[in-house]
Each structure stands twice: as C-alpha cells, then as structure tokens.
Nanobody
Framework: QVQLEESGGGLVQAGGSLRLSCAAS????????MGWFRQAPGKEREFVAA???????IYASSVKGRFTISRNNAKNTVYLQMNSLKSEDTAIYFC????????????????WGQGTQVTVSS
C-alpha cells in the first residue's frame, strides 16, 4: 500500500476551476495506477477518472471534457484539473492507488486518501 494525501479542494463558483493534487509515498509510484473518486452528501462514492502507469486515462461520462487527470512521477503526485465546474460536482474527492488499473477503475483500490472537499456554488 501507499500513503495518499489530497489537497487543493475549496469553494468555487459555478463555471470556475480547481486543481486537486494527491501526493503519494513510496518509491514505486510510477508503476501504480491512480484514480479519483467522489462522494456527495447522501450518495454513494462514484468513479471520476483514472490514469495507468503508462498514462492511459479513463473518465466518467459526467466529467469527460471538463476534467483532466495527469501524473508527475518525479513528484509522486497525481492531479485532477477541474474546469467548468457545476454545482453537481460538489463532493468530497478521494484519491486512490493500486498496482492494477482495473482495481482503481472498479473502486476496489488497496490505498485511499482521506479526501478533500470541493464545493461549487451556483
């Protein structure tokens, strides 16, 4: 497992942008698949985006074209650039990591961060 710490959440107006970061521990970060999930009040956690160790990306349909996931292996960090934010994007955003890309996409990752709150005001 790796230790994950998210940052970058906050309050933003609809139409605005935020960039979330997730710093990971460990010397094998580059081999891990990474992902972002979110959980809104009263709802189940849902998949947002994932990136494999060789930079293959996948997005939920609700964020495709607005959000971009990226990684910097030299900094052991994965990012989520969120543009054109909507009120329905309000949620706690969690970072996830696993050796297997499918485990991240399916939400069964071995490692999870504590989450960062994103609030979009309309």
């Amino acid at each position: 497992q790796v230790q994950l710490e998210e940052s970058g959440g906050g309050l933003v107006q609809a139409g605005g942008s935020l960039r979330l970061s997730c710093a990971a521990s460990g010397r094998t970060f580059g081999s891990y698949a990474m992902g972002w999930f979110r959980q809104a009040p009263g709802k189940e956690r849902e998949f947002v985006a994932a990136i494999s160790g060789n930079f293959v990306t996948i997005y939920a349909s609700s964020v495709k074209g607005r959000f971009t996931i990226s990684r910097n292996n030299a900094k052991n960090t994965v990012y989520l650039q969120m543009n054109s934010l909507k009120s329905e994007d309000t949620a706690i955003y969690f970072c996830a990591a696993d050796a297997l890309f499918q485990q991240v996409v399916s939400g069964t990752s071995a490692s999870w961060g504590q989450g960062t709150q994103v609030t979009v005001s309309s």
